[in-house]
């Protein structure tokens, strides 16, 4: 992913309003971020728990979303995260839902996946981060086919939430 900055952050979101987007907590450490190991920028707001944001690439531009962490009802099973297939336990995958962006979202409209908590699936994929015991499996295919399906399985989960009809 190409290093974004913190006005390209705030332009990007497609589910909150310009004064929402505007308030929301940017992460500080830009500079620092991993850029070129990437796939998409997400972060979880320090201030505000049960808020997440998520900013990928998308053409020319950045698309962002805002995300609502369900609260987990104390889980000690394993979970697997839908965009990268990593298996936590316990709070390490987190139903999080994105209001739909248009109309269908102020109406109340919202579809969920269930993420990485901290979402930096990005950096288990490519054993940057370790998921512990039993967090990767092991697989045939390549590191660029697995962030090639981590992706798409973004791009999916984006689709539904931009999806207007």
Same mark, same amino acid.
């Given at each position: 992913? @190409?290093? !974004? ?17 505007k ?9 620092? @971020?991993?850029?070129d ?6 972060w979880?707001?320090? !201030?505000?728990?049960? *808020? ?8 020319d ?5 805002? =995300? ?5 009802? %104390?889980?000690? @099973? *394993?979970s ?8 936590h ?8 839902? !994105?209001?739909?962006a248009?109309?269908?979202?102020? =109406? ?17 994929? *490519?054993? +940057?981060?370790?998921? %512990?015991?039993g967090? @990767? ?8 086919? +697995?962030?090639?399906? !981590?992706?798409?399985? =973004? ?6 939430v931009?999806?207007?009809?």
């Open positions: 992913m @190409r290093p !974004a900055t913190e006005r390209d952050i705030r332009a990007s979101f497609v589910n909150c309003t310009k004064g929402e987007a308030r929301l907590a940017v992460p500080r450490d830009l500079a620092e @971020r991993p850029w190991d990437l796939d998409f920028l997400g979880r707001d320090p !201030a505000a728990p049960d *808020r997440a944001y998520l900013v990928t690439e998308s053409g531009g950045f698309v962002g979303v805002a =995300l609502r962490r369900a609260a987990n009802a %104390g889980r000690a @099973r *394993r697997m995260c839908s965009l990268c297939l990593t298996t336990s316990g709070d390490g995958v987190s139903l999080m839902t !994105a209001r739909k248009g109309k269908s979202g102020q =109406l109340g409209n919202s579809v969920g996946a269930y993420l990485c908590a901290d979402l930096a699936c990005s950096l288990y994929l *490519r054993g +940057k981060k370790d998921a %512990g015991p967090g @990767r499996l092991h697989e045939s295919i390549t590191l660029e086919e +697995k962030v090639e399906r !981590a992706v798409g399985n =973004l791009m999916g989960f984006l689709a539904r931009t999806k207007t009809a």
